[in-house]
């Protein structure tokens, strides 16, 4: 049996060498999801859209809420440039 085999079966032995072992593949996984996901917010220009999902819902528009000026109460206004979903907020 050669010196590689012994420290190969040596290395088998340790604590954690399975795991530290596949890392390589790991990072290669991660590094794969990392990517698709930076190509997915690359052309984001807001948040993402309850409807269609893309990122490009923001608010467009706010103002106080006439039903609860007294309150406080502020309207904002959504919309996503992409499919034109349109949704109103208040917020305090
Ligand atoms: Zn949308």
């Known amino acids: 049996m050669g010196v590689l085999e012994d420290v190969m079966k040596a290395l088998e032995r340790v604590p954690g060498w399975k795991r530290i072992a596949a890392l390589p593949k790991e990072v290669d ?44 109460v502020m309207r904002d206004h959504y919309q996503c440039s992409a499919c034109g979903y349109q949704d109103q907020r208040t917020r305090t």
């Open 29 to 72: 996984e991660l590094r794969a999801r990392v990517e698709a996901l930076e190509k997915r917010l690359q052309p984001a220009t807001g948040d993402q859209c309850p409807k269609c999902r893309e990122m490009h819902f923001m608010l467009v528009q706010s103002h106080p809420d006439p039903y609860m000026l007294e309150l406080g």
